[in-house]
Every structure is written in C-alpha cells, then in structure tokens.
C-alpha cells in the first residue's frame, strides 16, 4: 500500500475529558449507554460478556480526565468526529486502516515500530500477557507511559485499541488500489486496530487486525482523530 495523500493524525487517542466535552455539547447518548452496556470481564466468572452496566462513564475501572476515552463503538467515534469537524471548521475523521497502518509502523518493516523484539515493548506499549480481571493495570494516561513512535505518536500499539475508518472485509487488501485505499464501503463489521491494556504482546503488532460490530463498545477499545489537510 501507498499513502500519497498527506493528513494529520492525533498525538495520543481521544480522552475521557474530551469526550465528556462533545457530551455536553451534544447531549448524545452512545450506543452503550442506549442498547444494554459495553463488551467487559466478568470479576466472578472471568468470562468476556456483555455487560448491561458498563459505558464510558463506567468502564469498571477507575480512569481520570486524561485517560484514553473506551467503551465507545464506531458509531460514537464517528459522531465525535463530525461534531469536532463542526466545532473547528475542519475535516476531522477516523484514520482509515491504511493510514493508522502507515503511522503505526513509522517506517518501519518490523514486527513493532522499533523492531522485532518483544522484549522491548514495554518501551512503547501498555499491555497485558491476559486479561486482567482485578484490573491491576487499566488504560492509563497517554504521557510519560511509553514511549512514541518516530513519528511522535504515542500508545499505537497498546493502551486501547482504536477504531478505524473502514469497514471489514477479508482479504480486501488483495484486491484493493495500492494508492490510499480506503476499505470496503459498507459491510456489518468495522475495523479496529492496535493491542490493548488487556492485550498479549502478539496482538499489538503493528499488521494485527481486529474488527466487530460497529455498534458494539467493549472495556478496552477507543480511538484518535485524523485531519485532512486543507
């Protein structure tokens, strides 16, 4: 794949005190706070289940103003979007999967932006070996957590995973433009990139691919902005 076209793209992923503005703004309800509750860990079971309770005011662990924003679906992220896009008179939407790729790796080749050692990771990623039911490492502030990428954007390959632009089809890069694609157009599922707080080291790698839903919110899953540039 090809990204010729330039555009901008968060620093860090949008926070819980960002997201509470476009709240208070807008008045929106997100999915989960309207359909029954967001994707978690049972504390008792430890099964991983729809949980009726949980959206992004409560998540089921403690999480400051700063903290990347979860429990939001692709819808939600796409609403923030366009309510920032009206707030700044600018294009702000998702990254297509193409692009976060491309920011992801940083130029790079390797499994990780910094290279193939999973020993280094720690260096750049919040993560987990499993899901951690006492939530003894929730998703934590951006800054002074890891390092970022050459690029300068931190938490791409753990923390939360983000939500991205396309729609998911399988295989689709094999038959798609080399130039800038942008995903299917339609299609049930949306794809979300990234390895999470809750994640193993092999699904923050920076080709692993995740999709669900679109309507569907679950404990570790957020997003970041990307701009057109003018």
Known sequence: MRIGKPFYLGIHEVTVGSFRKFVEATRFETDAERGGGAFSIDPQTHEYRMAPDVNWRRPGFPQPDNAPVVCV????????????????????RLPTEAEWEYACRAGSRTTWCYGDAVDDLDDYAHFGKAVRVEYDTPPTAS??????????????HGNVSEWCQDRYASGYYRR???????????????VYRGGAWSDRAEDTRSARRFFRPGNQASFDIGFRVARDVR
């Not at 979007?81 to 294009?91: A, F, I, N, T, V």
């Not at 800054?143 to 300068?152: I, W």
Request: charged residues 15%; aromatic residues 12%; proline residues 4%.
């Open 176 to 190: 798609s433009q080399t130039n800038d694609p942008e995903g299917p157009v339609s299609g049930l599922n949306s």
């Open 143 to 156: 800054s002074d957590v890891t390092q970022a990428n050459s690029f300068g954007l931190f938490d791409m």
């Open 73 to 92: 679906s692709w819808n939600d992220a796409v609403a923030f979007c366009r309510w920032l896009s009206q707030k700044e008179s600018q294009h702000y």
